[in-house]
């Protein structure tokens, strides 16, 4: 059980990590213009809706990729107990749908 519980707090990391290096080299990639304001929710539809389609499937395989090493982390860690990496694999998917 502690096994489980360690691994789904590993491949919660790793998984994160993973979605984070891989979002950092999508921006060296496809640059935010200079001057957006977050807050703004007006420039956040525009950024949006300019997106190139290859950025935008960028950061859908970097979730694909991030929930397929976190999960398999998750049950390195717990010796093989499939429940972890699937709790790991869901928390990142819905952290990848919010």
Same mark, same amino acid.
């Given at each position: 059980? *502690?096994?489980?519980?360690? +691994?789904?707090?590993?491949?919660? &990391? &790793?998984?994160? #990590? @993973? &979605? ?7 921006? %060296?990639?496809? $640059? *935010? !213009? $200079? ?5 703004? !929710?007006?420039? *956040? %539809? ?5 997106? !190139? *389609? !290859? ?6 395989? +970097?979730?694909? &990729?991030?929930?397929? #090493? ?8 717990? %010796?093989?107990?499939?429940?972890? +990496?699937?709790? @790991? ?10």
């Amino acid at each position: 059980m *502690l096994r489980t519980i360690l +691994g789904i707090i590993v491949g919660a &990391v &790793v998984g994160g #990590a @993973v &979605v984070s290096c891989w979002d950092m080299v999508g921006h %060296k990639i496809w $640059p *935010l !213009p $200079p001057g957006i304001d977050f807050d703004d !929710p007006e420039q *956040l %539809k525009t950024l949006m809706l300019d997106m !190139p *389609l !290859p950025a935008i499937l960028w950061v859908a395989a +970097g979730f694909g &990729v991030g929930i397929f #090493a976190g999960s398999s982390a998750a049950n390195w860690v717990a %010796k093989g107990n499939s429940v972890a +990496g699937w709790i @790991v694999a869901v928390l990142l998917f819905a952290g990848a749908m919010w």
